[in-house]
């Protein structure tokens, strides 16, 4: 195996002296108001907040799928934007990302002086009252962090979850775990285990304090914050400098290739080990047919396990969650055995059924959250060598204005890998009215046809499924892809044909 002069293997012993951090947090004891409570993320937080006995409220713009969990719990969520619609109680207010700073209840949170904190700062804020895993990459990361979790549960190692997808085996987006670390592992009895999804976006992930970390890649993404790739790589190494030192546990599992890593690890103080596809990385990851392999450094022992979901981006992501799990102190044998029995989450190349079609015979429905030129490309190669369709038809939403501004012959070359592209307008989130008069989805269309790809700009979402219906024939496969709200479009178009 090749050297690495970034390497330092966890061979130390973990410090167990720290801080009680794990009971009687700060948190779990405040008076909390969630604005844009149904958020990703935010209802997992606000659940997790609720289960450890933190008097939580909420307010959003309208009532949505994110909101249900809170609804249920009894949770009082008021809707659209008040002034004053803060409970008199409150003393702590925690908002998404997507909240402006003049929002009429942050300004009334002010004018009380409450305590203000964003999402990412009061998640890192719960993090550090325990023995944090943070989930970091341009791709991948909601896969990742969901499997770890699943991984870690069923090793008997009970962590605390926030992810930003419904994982059923999770029973959602978040779980509260132990307060302390089961077992007789390296981090045994240590405050509990906490995985979190880490995102870069406005760099929200500088507020995380994990021990454990992974870069899974990091290529050109929220261009509408970073100026360009070098601005991305600093961003991710100043995360990675979170991370403590070896002797305290600190330890960074990164991509041995495309995620940066020279720049990334230089000076860091943690052990660093690489994951990746080449003989030259730590931990290297084969494929055979079904099988994924993944071979580790001396005194680590091979291991194989049979791939709970199609693609290469899926065998990476899952490596990754074996080497972290093993780190944190899960055996081999109850990692590959959880990794197998994986059921995956929502919206990643989730099945949604099959319908009939006119014509007669059936078409598959699939539904993606791929958002991203390299998301769409991985995730179009796998559905293709999974199922083998006919045609492949993709109805994809680009998700913000910027994003396709800057990236679109990117979006255009990988999605010439479908037969039949329908593109509905732009997701509009977070830019300006002048960004959003830049590009539109005729843009996009006029990309791929200028490579000779079927595609067609179709809206709104009612007439999609009305040219899906005569557009699909027998063994076809649609799949949706997007981060917006075009995940209706692939239920309702399987309501209206019939489910199997």
Known sequence: MASNPAKRTPKSPVRNDGPDLGRGDALRTRRVHLVGAGGSGMSGLGMMLHAQGAS????????????????????????????????????????????PHDHPELLEAQHRGMEILSYAEALGRAQAERTGISIAGTHGKSTTTALLSHVLMEAGLDPSVIVGAHCPQLGGGWRVGADRVPGTGRFANRPGLMVCEACEFNRSFHHHRPVLGLI????????????????IVESFRRFAALLPAEDEGGYLLIAHDHAHRRGVVSGLDCAVETIGFTPDAD????????????????????????????????????????????????????????????????????????????????VTVLDDYGHHPSEIEVTLKAIRNRWNPRRLICVFQ??????????????????????????????????????????????????????????????????????????????DLVVVMGAGTVWEIGRDFLAKGGTS
């Open 283 to 362: 931990w290297q990851i084969t494929i055979s047919d079904d099988t994924v392999h993944l071979r580790g450094p001396e005194g680590d022992p091979a291991v194989e396990w049979t791939a709970p979901m199609p693609g290469v981006h899926n065998a990476a992501n899952a490596g990754a969650a074996a080497v972290l799990a093993n780190r944190a102190g899960a055996d081999w044998n109850d990692i590959t055995r959880a990794i197998e029995g994986f059921a995956g989450l929502d919206r990643r190349m989730q099945v949604l059924g099959e319908r009939s079609v006119v014509g007669g015979g059936r």
């Open 56 to 99: 939580v409220t909420g307010s959003d713009q309208s009532d949505g799928p994110g909101l249900s969990p809170l609804h249920e719990v009894g949770i009082p969520i008021v809707l659209g934007p008040s002034a004053g619609g803060i409970p008199e109680d409150r003393n702590l207010l925690v908002h998404s990302a997507a909240i």
């Open 216 to 231: 899974n890649n990091i290529e050109e993404d929220h261009l509408d914050v970073y100026a360009g790739i070098e601005e």
């Open 398 to 475: 680009p998700h913000q204005h910027s994003r396709t501004r800057f990236l679109l012959d990117e979006f255009a070359a990988s999605l010439t890998l479908a037969d039949v592209v329908i593109v509905p307008h732009i997701y509009f989130v977070r830019d300006s009215e002048a960004e959003r008069n830049r590009v539109s989805a005729t843009d996009l269309v006029e990309r791929l046809r200028d490579r000779g790809t079927i595609s067609m700009h179709v809206h709104p979402f009612e007439t999609i499924i009305e040219q899906l219906e005569t557009t699909c024939s027998d063994g």
